[in-house]
């Protein structure tokens, strides 16, 4: 069965610091990803999403970057991180051949 | 854009009541998918529909595609504590769609009396 981790869980960092959260994927080949972020009791905004290797679409100008330097692991970045960055961070993934998405757990991002 | 509309935005109930929300939208969508997310985890995927007029159940979960295309309902049979969350629809984003993006509508939190 397919299986998705996010990690880290949860992280505090100081403005203007640089971030690195990592999803990967287990169990499936060639997935469609995506990268969410949801405020506080909020609902879900598409920030990025990948239909293959190296190949990036981003949905929202921001302070934001994302990769995919492998088939199955999808990496969100940033060189200096804002207030405003703070919020829950979902990966997820879909078949190629599915209008479905799969989510992972969630990171935690605060910015102090 | 496309866009989904939740209905109600927030509820409570008494345990063992049953519970009705609907998600409604201007355009036309060729699948319906019911999400639930529990606090401070992920969205977890209940009931995906892909048929116009479809009925699908998950336990005391049951979802329908519109026949219009246009809404979809879950309802909640015999509510208990655990039910609470907020409750997702997601439908693809039309007509052209490569990677399978989704539209969310806005939630609707479910806060059960105990």
């Known amino acids: 069965s397919q299986t998705i981790h996010q990690w880290p869980a949860t992280l505090v960092q100081p403005v203007g610091s640089p971030l690195s959260l990592e999803c990967t994927v287990e169990g499936t080949s060639n997935p469609n990803l995506y990268w969410y972020r949801q405020a506080a009791g909020r609902g879900l905004q598409l920030l990025f999403y990948?239909?293959?290797?190296?190949?990036i679409s981003s949905e929202v100008p921001q302070n934001l970057s994302a990769s995919r330097p492998q088939d199955r692991q999808f990496i969100l970045s940033s060189k200096k991180l804002l207030l405003s960055d703070s919020g829950f961070y979902l990966c997820?993934?879909?078949?190629?051949?599915?209008?479905?998405?799969?989510f992972g757990p969630g990171t935690r991002l605060l910015v102090l | 854009g496309q866009q989904l509309n939740q209905s109600p935005q927030s509820m409570f109930i008494q345990e063992g009541e049953d519970v009705s929300m609907n998600c409604t939208s201007s355009s036309i969508f060729n699948t319906w998918l019911w999400y639930k997310q529990d606090p401070g985890e992920g969205p977890v995927l209940l009931i995906a529909?892909?048929?116009?007029?479809e009925l699908t159940s998950n336990g005391r979960l049951t979802a329908q595609f519109g026949i219009t295309r246009k809404d979809s309902f879950l309802n909640i049979s015999a509510s208990i504590p655990s039910d609470v969350g907020i409750y997702f629809c997601?439908?693809?984003?039309?007509?052209?769609?490569?990677?399978?993006?989704?539209?969310f509508g806005g939630g609707t939190r479910l806060m059960v009396k105990p």
């Open positions: 990948s239909v293959g290797i190296g190949q």
């Open positions: 529909l892909y048929k116009a007029g």
């Open positions: 997601a439908g693809p984003l039309l007509p052209n769609n490569a990677g399978n993006m989704l539209t």
């Open positions: 997820a993934w879909s078949p190629s051949s599915l209008r479905t998405q799969y």
